[in-house]
């Protein structure tokens, strides 16, 4: 199971990467595999303001379809657009190519709530 030290995640299954005030933000590795394969990624928030653990978006599998929850309030400033040509890149890079969405932040104190790699692997027991 491949949960890179370098990100935060959350208990939904997001994880995050900041630079600044930007967080760029996708699906775990567990979470594509719990899903199975990924046909469709919607994000219709672009240019909204949300509140931390809103539904920014959902992720469609072949035989479900799960919501997205933003991990910190802020603007929905990009969506990956890639993935609206091939959303199974989900599958097969989800801390890479398959980056969902990138957040300018509006409220940092709420990084403290988010999940280590340690704390994520101790969530899904790995």
């Not at 890179?4 to 930007?22: F, M, Q, R, V």
């Not at 400033?77 to 190519?97: C, H, M, Q, R």
């Amino acid at each position: 199971m491949n949960i890179p030290a370098n990100l935060k995640y959350t208990k939904d299954h997001e994880w995050i990467s900041i630079d600044g005030d930007i967080a760029t933000v996708g699906i775990t590795d567990f979470a594509q595999k719990e899903l199975g394969d990924i046909v469709y990624v919607e994000v219709e928030t672009l240019d909204q303001k949300l509140a931390q653990d809103e539904v920014f978006g959902t992720v469609e599998a072949v035989k479900t379809v799960s919501d997205l929850f933003l991990p910190l309030s802020g603007e929905i400033i990009e969506f990956n657009e890639a993935l609206e040509v091939t959303p199974e890149v989900v599958n097969s890079d989800p801390y890479g190519e398959a980056w969902m969405i990138k957040v300018k932040i509006s409220n940092p104190s709420e990084i403290e709530n988010l999940l280590s790699s340690d704390d994520y692997k101790k969530l899904i027991g790995a």
